[in-house]
């Protein structure tokens, strides 16, 4: 019964293999980590010609922004065209994506939106790399980068917001356009991001569009087990056979583990690139493939992360410490209590890294959010979509006129900002263009507010 029903789980794990099948279970994260899909933007360099016209540029940056020690600096790639921009004289606006965690080429070429929109309001367009990823890394290398707490204490989402700060203040001067107005954008981690500098630099930027931005997956905000729910929701919806199914799938993955050469057979039936040393390793693998599969739920046929069918379940470091946990009653996932101090000890044993819980919240806020935003923020849409299982953490209510929440049933990871298609649903589109709505009013409302300043 054991090698029939590992047989089966085959075919029902084979959408998910698919995806991740160049994947080792050495190359994971750690479990129960973030899971944003910029993990898979850093497994390879081979991307496809580019749809979007570009010039790739460098820009030395500090290494710290925030103390007056002379250290090296780094140089930031950036990537931007003027293509469709109207120039200074007609105070075209600049719009900048915030970089993720992972070579910014990639998300440059899967988020047409902001291509698509340039032309309509005549704007520069700049993609500005997260620092330590792509070729934007410090001290040399990413061996020499991430080597322990000394040179990975500059990675952090404090100093990624000070980059794009300079760099487009740097731009702004070059390009003689002081006063033209800069809207950010940016999905999962960069979503975040586009969120935080808003908040942190209003100066700098009239609003952010942040996509599928989980700002509040930290400490006690949201539930843990929130995303694992949502991933099994996902494919309890589509089938309840295929959920009860997996759930009861890692008892057997257990039982073959434990057999005669059982780990080396698990290897061969889930093609792995090497030879799992636990089935531990398996649960962590299986683990991030459902997850992924989940966020890129999309209607329609994509290659985001791979060649994917509309519907593919219907079809098969430093400061983000995310709790996540695993409910046995509601989820399809091995139980899983979350424990602050083993992700501790896995940071420490990894990356000589001590995780700080609180800091997040600390800097840029998360309790009571509604609350502080109201009181605080203005211009920043949440978009999301409940199929993706970071929507549990981000913000799903409208909070103001100006902070405003955008929720798809039907929606996945930040599918608003993909390019446009053909078989873009109903929803999708009239989403899109209350988008295009609100930014063409954040822009208008600064045009006025600085004609009536000059006018005085």
């Known amino acids: 019964m054991g090698e029939h029903r590992l047989n089966l789980s085959t075919l029902v794990f084979s959408v998910a293999i698919i995806i991740l099948v160049s994947y080792s279970a050495k190359s994971q994260a750690l479990k129960h980590s973030p899971r944003f899909l910029g993990k898979l933007a850093t497994t390879g360099n081979h991307f496809a010609p580019p749809q979007f016209h ?22 930031q790639r950036y990537l ?41 309001f005549g704007a520069m367009v700049v993609f500005p790399e997260h620092r330590y990823y792509g070729e934007s890394t410090p ?36 390009f003689s356009a002081k006063d033209c107005p800069v809207v950010l954008f940016g999905g999962s981690y960069g979503g975040m991001l586009a969120a935080w500098m808003r908040l942190k630099y209003p100066h700098i930027a009239v609003g ?64 792995l690139c090497q030879k799992l040393k636990s089935t531990g390793d398996l649960y962590d693998w299986l683990e991030s493939a459902y997850s992924y599969l989940a966020m890129v739920n999309y209607p329609y046929p994509s290659d985001f992360l791979m060649t994917l069918p509309g519907h593919p379940i219907r079809e098969a470091c430093t400061e983000m410490v995310m709790p996540m946990s ?26 000589g890294v001590k995780p700080r819980p609180k800091w997040i919240t600390t ?20 978009s999301n979509g409940l199929l993706d299982p970071w929507s549990g953490g981000s913000v799903l209510q409208n909070i103001s006129e100006s902070v405003v929440s955008l929720v798809t049933e039907e929606g996945a ?10 078989n873009d649903p109903r929803w999708l589109v009239e989403q899109r263009e209350t988008e295009i709505k609100l930014i063409e009013g954040w822009i208008s409302d600064y045009h006025q507010k600085n004609k009536a300043i000059f006018d005085m």
Request: net charge negative; proline share 4%.
């Open 54 to 75: 570009y010039e790739t540029r460098y820009f030395q940056q500090r290494l710290d922004h925030f103390s007056f020690s002379e250290l090296p600096t780094f140089s």
């Open 80 to 120: 931007i065209s003027t293509e469709h921009w109207v120039g200074p004289q007609r105070l075209g606006p600049i719009f900048l994506y915030c970089g993720n965690e992972g070579d910014i080429e990639w998300f440059a070429q899967n988020t047409g939106f902001v291509w698509e929109l340039a032309p309509r």
């Open 139 to 174: 001290f040399g290398s990413a061996k020499e980068a991430y080597k322990d707490a000394t040179t990975l204490s500059y990675l952090t989402a404090e100093q990624a917001l000070a980059d794009f700060s300079v760099l487009i203040t740097d731009l702004k001067q070059n």
């Open 208 to 271: 952010a569009l942040a996509s599928s931005a989980p700002i509040l997956q930290f400490e006690d905000i949201v539930a843990p087990e929130t995303f694992y729910n949502i991933v099994s929701n996902n494919f309890k919806r589509e089938s309840f056979t295929c959920f009860n199914y997996i759930k009861q799938s890692w008892n057997e993955i257990t039982s073959t583990g434990q057999t005669y050469n059982g780990l080396e057979r698990l290897t061969k039936t889930f093609n």
């Open 326 to 351: 695993s409910n046995q009653d509601s989820s399809m996932f091995p139980p899983y209590e979350y424990n602050y101090t083993s992700f501790q000890e896995e940071c420490w044993n990894d990356y």
């Open 363 to 382: 800097e840029f806020g998360g309790h009571d959010i509604h609350t502080t935003l109201k009181k605080f923020g203005s211009n920043i849409i949440f």
């Open 413 to 422: 990871h930040h599918i608003d900002l993909r390019p446009s298609t053909q």
